[in-house]
């Protein structure tokens, strides 16, 4: 049986190239974040551009067994937003 995973943040750098070690480990991967990456096409089985602050949202992408679940978000900003925007979803 096919592990599934699913990654946050899977449109920057990191969370990026996480998709791509767990797609060459064999896993079936949903990526999810606000934008799609901007330097190269993903490797997501699935990818859903959304904001993981929206409880529905959450829960709309969330509609099996993941096997593995792993957060990259993150976004450098004001020291104001910051917080809010880094810690608020996890």
Same mark, same amino acid.
């Given at each position: 049986?096919?592990?599934?995973?699913?990654?946050?943040?899977?449109?920057?750098?990191?969370?990026?190239?996480? !998709?791509?070690? $767990?797609?060459?480990? %064999? &896993?079936?991967?949903?990526? @999810? +974040?606000?934008? #799609?990456? /901007?330097?190269?096409? =993903?490797?997501?089985?699935?990818?859903? !551009?959304?904001? $993981?602050?929206?409880? %529905? &949202?959450?829960?709309?992408? @969330? +509609?099996?067994? #993941?096997? /593995?679940?792993?957060? =990259?978000?993150?976004?450098?900003?004001?020291?104001?937003?910051?917080?809010?925007?880094?810690?608020?979803?996890?």
């Amino acid at each position: 049986m096919t592990k599934c995973a699913l990654i946050c943040g899977a449109g920057g750098f990191i969370g990026g190239h996480l !998709v791509k070690w $767990l797609k060459n480990d %064999g &896993f079936w991967v949903r990526g @999810v +974040d606000l934008k #799609f990456h /901007e330097f190269s096409e =993903t490797k997501a089985d699935d990818f859903v !551009v959304g904001d $993981l602050r929206d409880q %529905g &949202f959450c829960r709309a992408i @969330v +509609d099996r067994r #993941f096997d /593995e679940v792993l957060s =990259t978000c993150g976004r450098w900003v004001a020291p104001a937003t910051f917080l809010r925007v880094n810690t608020t979803p996890t």
